[in-house]
Structure formats: structure tokens, C-alpha cells
């Protein structure tokens, strides 16, 4: 018997036979913590978590396999696959810090490592782990944070951190980020940037700009903002910024927020009347992925105003539905937006106002802002980010 890096591997041999060596594999065995991923509304983190598991499954190599740990069921649209196996584990409560561990333990076949797409791993595990660490808003800015997520955050993310095989995050700012908070060795970070979700194609007849009139009553001209509701997002900033624009144009121009409730989010739903824009500021909850799409396609820019973002990947997205991009020129908003979009100080409003001013006034700008992103988000892949991901794991065995 012979323990190689990756494999299990039995020599057979029949020394009274010239026949061949006869060999007998067992598969690679990848754990993952399948959670974030296991929701039929997904956003920040679990759509990251959905997109990753899904491209996993399609860059996996004959000997390897996938067992995806659950709190309940797996939804409808999680991936199935001969190469994966769901395991259904209790008690939710205290699931990572108790139920996962204990079933990671007891099991006879374990898997070689075990993978978490958040800050959270198992307290205890007997096999290597891995943790995603999108990024450190908690430690840059915990005024923005309710107290009892700080503490979760700021404790749960500091163990898990700190006994990592590999920490996979987002941007080279977010991996500068954590060396430094953790004091972890640089090649136990490990950066993949995040891909875009495949463009859906869309019948004109349904999903069209009488569609979001209808449904939605919202016309052109509209600028967009998508992201959980939370201070970080600085959409206050926005909100008082797109105020500023209404009293310099003659533009009946609308702002539409896409985006859950987050957390201390009442002041972000007040602003609207506190800078007299109520009827024109338009508040969405969750908004199914067809419809996003064609909100992307007919705004007059997407606005990201952000004091803080891991990576920012609602900037690509816009950018590969043609829609021209606002963001902010802080942490790894540069890295996502390249050199095609417009930056501008998360913390000047004037600023803010006079892009969305240019974004509006000026055709040749837009129309350039457009082609640039076509060609910026070219750099990104969901396949790629899989395989990046598959091998560092297996470096980590």
C-alpha cells in the first residue's frame, strides 16, 4: 500500500502470473461546506459560493470527487453530478462549531481537505482547510456592522484564518489585507478573482423597457445601484449625490437601488426624503436574474460609491451587459473596473454628483465606458477561478 500525494493507490500483484500489475484507485475526496451556495436567493457570498461549486464540478478530473456538507436539502438548482456526493449533517444550530466537526471525525473514509467558501471553518477538523476571506470591511469599518455580526466576524474569522492550510480571497488588496490583520504567511494566500455569470439572452418582446415601466416603473434615463443595503455601500452618499445632479439638470432622471436589507439600514431608506428625491429614488428588494439583466441594459450608468468592497463584482457584471460603470477608487475597485470606469472619492458628494453629471451628459464618454468594459471583463472566468481553486487545494493535501 502506498499513500501518494493525491491518491490512494493498492498494488495487486499475481507473481505467478506474467499478466500486468492490476491497480486499483480511490478518488481524490474534496469536503465543502455548501451553505452559502444551498439558497434560491443568492446574493454577495452565496452567489460566489453557487458560481464556484458549479464550475468545481464541471474542471473536475477523473479521480476526483466533491462531498458537499449541508444543514438541510440541497435546492433544486444545486449541481448533481456523478462526482458529487451530498451529505446532510445536524444540528443546525452551532453547525460549524459543533455538527460539522463531530461528522468530519466520525467518518471512516474522510476527505483530504476540507473547503469552506466563507470566513468559517469547522472549530475542529481532522483533515487541512480552507476559508475564503472576501474581505476585511469588519476590520476597516466597524461602526458599519451590528454589534453582535462584528464580535462573529471579527472572533470566528481570526481562528479560521489562523489555522488555514490556504485562505482564498478576491483581490491583491484584500490578500495585503489579510497578511497583514493575521500575520500568515503570503503563500498561504491565495487569489482568485471571482468570474461573471453567463449573459442570459433574453426575448426583446418580454424584457424590454415598457417591461420595466410596467413591472417596475422605471424609465430612462436611470442610474443603478445593486448590493446589499448597509452603511459600507456609502448609498446615503449616493442618494445626497444624485440629489445635487437633479437640481443641475433638466432630466426627469430616476435612481433604482437594487438590493436586500442588510443591516442598519433604516438612515439609507430616509435619505430619500431627508434630500426631497422620494419619488424619484425606487427601492428594490431581490430582483430575479432576467430582470437585473435588463436593468443593467438600460441604465445610464451603474454606481458603486463603495468606502470598501473585497472585489466589487457587480462592476463586471454591469460592464458585460454594456452598461457603463461609477465606482470608487478605494481598496479593489480599481483592480475590477481596470481602466474602464469612472472613479471618484467614496467620501466627496460633489464628486460623486459631477461623474453621474459627465455619465449623463456626455454620449462619447458612455459609448467608450461601454466598449472598454466589454473588453475588461474578458479577463475574467468563473473556469478559470475553478481550476486556480482546484489546484491550490490539492497543493494544500
Known amino acids: 500500500m502506498i499513500l501518494g500525494d493525491l491518491t490512494l493507490v493498492h498494488h495487486m500483484v499475481d507473481i505467478s502470473s506474467p499478466k500486468k500489475e492490476r491497480v486499483k484507485k480511490k478518488s481524490m475526496i474534496i469536503g465543502i461546506d455548501g451553505n452559502e451556495a444551498n439558497s434560491e436567493r443568492?446574493?454577495?457570498?452565496?452567489?460566489y459560493a453557487f458560481s464556484l461549486l458549479t464550475h468545481l464540478t464541471k474542471n473536475l478530473d477523473s479521480e476526483t470527487q466533491l462531498r458537499i456538507y449541508l444543514k438541510d436539502q440541497p435546492v433544486k438548482d444545486m449541481p448533481q453530478s456523478k462526482t458529487i456526493h451530498y451529505e446532510i449533517v445536524g444540528p443546525k444550530r452551532l453547525w460549524t462549531q459543533i455538527g460539522l466537526p463531530l461528522k468530519l471525525f466520525r467518518e471512516r473514509r474522510k476527505p483530504y481537505v476540507f473547503f469552506s467558501p466563507s470566513h468559517y471553518s469547522p472549530r475542529f477538523s481532522p483533515v487541512p482547510t480552507a476559508i475564503s476571506i472576501m474581505d476585511l470591511s469588519f476590520i476597516h469599518y466597524p461602526q458599519t456592522f451590528a454589534k453582535k455580526d462584528l464580535a462573529q466576524l471579527t472572533n470566528w474569522t481570526k481562528y479560521s484564518a489562523k489555522k488555514a492550510h490556504?485562505?482564498?480571497?478576491?483581490?491583491n488588496a484584500s490578500k495585503?489585507?489579510?497578511i497583514d490583520t493575521y500575520h500568515v504567511p503570503e503563500e498561504r494566500v491565495v487569489v482568485t478573482y471571482p468570474g461573471i455569470r453567463e449573459i442570459v439572452t433574453l426575448d426583446p418582446q418580454i424584457y424590454s423597457k415598457a417591461m420595466l415601466e410596467k413591472q417596475?416603473?422605471?424609465?430612462?434615463p436611470y442610474f443603478l445601484f445593486v448590493g446589499t443595503l448597509q452603511p459600507r455601500k456609502n448609498i446615503e452618499r449616493l442618494i445626497e449625490a444624485f440629489a445635487k445632479l437633479r437640481e443641475q439638470t433638466d432630466k426627469d432622471i430616476q435612481l433604482v437601488i437594487v438590493g436586500k436589507r442588510g443591516w442598519l439600514y433604516e438612515k439609507i431608506?430616509?435619505?430619500?426624503?431627508k434630500y426631497n428625491v422620494s419619488e424619484y429614488v425606487t427601492f428594490?428588494?431581490?430582483?430575479k436574474d432576467d430582470d437585473?439583466?435588463?436593468?443593467?441594459?438600460?441604465?445610464?450608468?451603474?454606481?458603486?460609491p463603495s468606502l470598501y468592497e473585497g472585489f466589487g463584482l457587480p462592476v463586471l457584471e454591469a460592464m458585460k451587459y454594456s452598461c457603463p460603470v461609477i465606482t470608487s477608487n478605494v481598496s479593489s475597485l480599481p483592480e475590477a473596473g481596470g481602466d474602464a470606469a469612472l472613479y471618484v472619492n467614496p467620501e466627496d458628494v460633489q464628486d460623486i454628483s459631477k461623474k453621474m453629471k459627465m455619465m449623463l451628459e456626455d454620449t462619447k464618454l458612455r459609448e467608450n465606458m461601454i466598449k472598454k468594459g466589454l473588453e475588461q471583463v474578458k479577463k475574467f472566468s468563473w473556469d478559470k477561478t475553478a481550476r486556480q481553486t482546484l489546484d491550490a487545494l490539492k497543493k494544500a493535501v
Do not use: C, M, W
Open 216 to 220: 417596475y416603473k422605471i424609465k430612462e
Open 166 to 171: 490556504v485562505i482564498f480571497t478576491i483581490s
Open 269 to 273: 431608506l430616509q435619505s430619500p426624503q
Open 42 to 47: 443568492r446574493v454577495g457570498i452565496g452567489a
Open 292 to 304: 437585473l439583466t435588463i436593468l443593467y441594459k438600460h441604465a445610464t450608468s451603474y454606481v458603486l
Open 176 to 178: 495585503n489585507d489579510i
Open 284 to 287: 428594490l428588494d431581490f430582483v
